[in-house]
T-cell receptor, first 113, second 112 residues
């Protein structure tokens, strides 16, 4: 069974641009969560989707948004990029829509110049 | 109240030794406590998890000890191996929140 797939693996953007990251969950998983990982702040929850509905959102500005499609694939978008948005963005999928047994992808490393 | 405090920040252990990483929490609503292992260039991978109705859970060389009254839990890695060298994160969540609150991580180095 294929794992969680995140694309692209690396991304370089400049301040003010926007970016879209993609996540394909494990087949059959309907829950997708997004986390931001930085050396300073560690792993922080962004949002969680289940069956195309956002059920929970972390403490991030409105520039961070996401969505989930009917095939459970998910995208997250960051608009008006700031230097501080440089981070590893991780997607995790789960079977039942709870926090148990979350499977993480390898992430998208975003660098904002 | 949502914080999970993890220590130590880094840990160096000899091969065959015991690695111990500790976490403490404040939110008594937390009801699920997983540990994740992360290698460079990879996402975190679930190692072992526990619920507060048990005080210990063992899977192979990995054991979680849980102290509900002290609001603390720890990961013990027995017979540590160089391949265990990675960053370890504790986490906690409530079922209703559907989000993991992570500790700050412990970089473990196991010397051969």
């Amino acid at each position: 069974k294929a794992g969680v797939t995140q694309t692209p693996r690396y991304l370089i953007k400049t301040r003010g641009q926007q970016v879209t990251l993609s996540c394909s969950p494990i087949s059959g998983h309907r829950s997708v969560s997004w986390y931001q990982q930085t050396p300073g702040q560690g792993l922080q929850f962004l949002f969680e989707y289940f069956s195309e509905t956002q059920r929970n959102k972390g403490n991030f500005p409105g520039r961070f948004s996401g969505r989930q499609f009917s095939n459970s694939r998910s995208e997250m978008n960051v608009s008006t990029l700031e230097l501080g948005d440089s981070a590893l963005y991780l997607c995790a999928s789960g079977l039942q829509g709870t926090n148990e047994k979350l499977f993480f992808g390898s992430g998208t490393q975003l660098s904002v110049l | 109240q949502q914080q999970v405090k993890q220590s130590p920040q880094s840990l160096i252990v000899q091969k065959g030794g015991i690695s111990i990483i500790n976490c403490a929490y404040e939110n008594t609503a937390f009801d699920y406590f997983p540990w994740y292992q992360q290698f460079p260039g990879k996402g975190p991978a679930l190692l072992i998890a526990i619920r507060p109705d048990v005080s210990e859970k063992k899977e192979g060389r990995f054991t979680i000890s849980f102290n509900k009254s002290a609001k603390q839990f720890s990961l013990h890695i027995m017979d540590s191996q160089p391949g265990d060298s990675a960053t370890y994160f504790c986490a906690a969540s409530t079922g209703s929140a559907r989000q993991l609150t992570f500790g700050s991580g412990t970089q473990l180095t196991v010397l051969p």
